[in-house]
């Protein structure tokens, strides 16, 4: 996909069609039903994507606001279909018509995210149509990292270092490599690993000096889990006074959890946990 800001051959040919079809609705670009998914798809293409598609690439028109849901049903929908192109396309006219890459990346794609999550857990799709919306959401999120870190500092030596994981026997890393474009932003040197195991993750920290650890979960069931990983890398990591930071659905859902489960701090969401985390190591500096 080319990156944010120029349209790409896709997003021309559909906003050519776009134009050609009338300034009605259509669904003639829209990909057949698919057994077991719910007509109402269908319907927010027709009446959100292909509207905002034609405003978003009429000359003149004002910036677009991401709506509280509009937009975030229609990307999702797209990707339900298996219809990347038409989610680049989409993403690219948002941003092209004036949304701020960082607001795409915190109030698009993140909950768009979290959505194919809720749709597969109520069996709205299944396990391969997630992984594949997902790896699209992957490469919209790439093609809008330079734009996303466009005037951030240079990576100075000694720059502070994050290592971002989820909680071992989970396998969500997309919000992570989110969390970690927003930590390289901030001047931070992050690393995303999932890690398969306690194991894997207190090898890793052996080997390397790490400021801060952060952890996220998606389950309430795994606290345990989450606990017994904190208390065993903090024993084995190299750097003695590394932090610790949790987040994720489950911390959102009940934030009184991280420092039950030994956490330093909870991220809010990925624009606020550099300054967190840049708080947690002033704080450990004073502890000594």
Partial sequence: MAAMGRPSGSSRNLAQALAEAGPEP?????????PGHSPRFGNALAAEVIPRLRLAHAPGTPGLALAATGPVDALASMLLRHDGAS???YVDALHRSGVQ?????LDLLAPVARLLGHWWAEDVCDFATVTLGVL??????????????????????????ILLAPAPGEQHVFGLEMVADFFRRAGWQAMVVPARSIADLTALLRREHVDILGLTSGAMERMDMVAATIRKTRQAARNRNMGVMVGGPAFSLSPGHAPLVGADAMAADAKAAPAQAARVMRLLAQRG
């Fill in 26 to 34: 259509t669904t003639a670009l829209l990909a057949p039903g698919r």
């Fill in 101 to 105: 890459a960082e607001d795409i990346c």
């Fill in 136 to 161: 699209h959401l992957r490469r919209i999120r790439e093609a809008m990292v330079p734009q996303l870190l466009h005037g951030a500092p240079s990576l100075r030596p000694g720059a502070p270092s």
């Fill in 87 to 89: 989610a680049a396309a």
